[in-house]
C-alpha cells in the first residue's frame, strides 16, 4: 500500500536561511509526488509535483524538490526563506487505481526573524 | 475566476445534529473530493465523486452523506455529528480522475461539535 511519511513535524528556520523538508514514501511502482502548501487558514496551494524525467523538479515560490528513488524520497528545498513561507506543507502520492491522493501528516515551518 | 468554495467558513453544532458543508467549483471539474484534516493524520479522504450522480467512499465514509446532482456542487452531510467530526474539512476537484491529477483546494470550513 502507498504511503507518505514525513519526519519533522515542526521546522524553526532564520529568515534568509536554506530549508529542506524531508518526505519518505512507499509504493511499489514509479511514484506521483507532490507537495502543497497550506497557509494560515487556507486551503491548499500545489507548489510542484513530479512525475517522471528529470529528478529535480521545480515549483513556484522558489521552491524545488528532488526524487530520490533509491532513498524513496522526495525532499523539498528553498535557498533563502521568507517570513512568508512560515505555513504548513504537505507531501503526497497519487498512486495507480486511485482518484485521490495520499497525504503525510505535514510539516510545520515556523520562520524567525 | 471564484475557484472553489466552501460554505460555512466556520460551524458550531451540537451532538446529533445534521449538519451540511457546502462545496461550489466554477471550473466545471469532472472530480470533486471531501477530505478532513486531523492533528497527526493530515488529510485522509471522505467521500470524492467523478461526475454528477457519481460518488464512491474513501478512507474514512463513516457517518458522512454526499451527493452530487450537479457538477459545480458537492455538499458533505453529517447526517448525526458527534465529537469525533470535530476536524477541519476541505472540498477539492480536478479536471478527471488519476494519480497524475492536480487537485484544487478550498479554504475549508472548521467545524466544531460540542
Known amino acids: 500500500a502507498q504511503s507518505v511519511t514525513q519526519p519533522d513535524i515542526h521546522i524553526t528556520v532564520s529568515e534568509g536561511a536554506s530549508l529542506e523538508l524531508r518526505c519518505n514514501y512507499s509504493y511499489g511502482a514509479t511514484p506521483y509526488l507532490f507537495w502543497y502548501v497550506q497557509s494560515p487558514g487556507q486551503g491548499l496551494q500545489l507548489l510542484l509535483k513530479?512525475?517522471?524525467?528529470?529528478?529535480l523538479v521545480q515549483g513556484i515560490k522558489g521552491f524545488e524538490a528532488e526524487f530520490k528513488r533509491s532513498q524513496s524520497s522526495f525532499n523539498l528545498r528553498k535557498p533563502s526563506v521568507h517570513w512568508s513561507d512560515a505555513a504548513e506543507y504537505f507531501c503526497?502520492?497519487?498512486?495507480?487505481?486511485?482518484?485521490?491522493?495520499?497525504f503525510g501528516t505535514g510539516t510545520r515551518l515556523t520562520v524567525i526573524p | 475566476d471564484a475557484g472553489i468554495t466552501q460554505s460555512p467558513r466556520y460551524k458550531i453544532t451540537e451532538t446529533g445534529r445534521q449538519v451540511t458543508l457546502m462545496c461550489h467549483q466554477t471550473?466545471?471539474?469532472?472530480?470533486m473530493f471531501w477530505y478532513r484534516q486531523d492533528l497527526g493524520h493530515g488529510l485522509r479522504l471522505i467521500y470524492y465523486?467523478?461526475?454528477?450522480?457519481?460518488?464512491d467512499k474513501g478512507e474514512v465514509p463513516d457517518g458522512y452523506v454526499v451527493s452530487r446532482s450537479k457538477t459545480e456542487n458537492f455538499p458533505l452531510t453529517l447526517e448525526s455529528a458527534t465529537r469525533s467530526q470535530t476536524s477541519v474539512y476541505f472540498c477539492?476537484?480536478?479536471?478527471?480522475?488519476?494519480?497524475?491529477?492536480?487537485?484544487?483546494f478550498g479554504p475549508g470550513t472548521r467545524l466544531l461539535v460540542l
Open positions: 513530479y512525475f517522471s524525467g528529470d529528478t
Open positions: 471550473w466545471s471539474h469532472s472530480y
Open positions: 465523486s467523478a461526475a454528477a450522480d457519481i460518488t
Open positions: 503526497a502520492v497519487g498512486a495507480t487505481g486511485a482518484n485521490n491522493l495520499f
Open positions: 477539492a476537484s480536478s479536471v478527471a480522475g488519476g494519480r497524475r491529477e492536480t487537485q484544487y
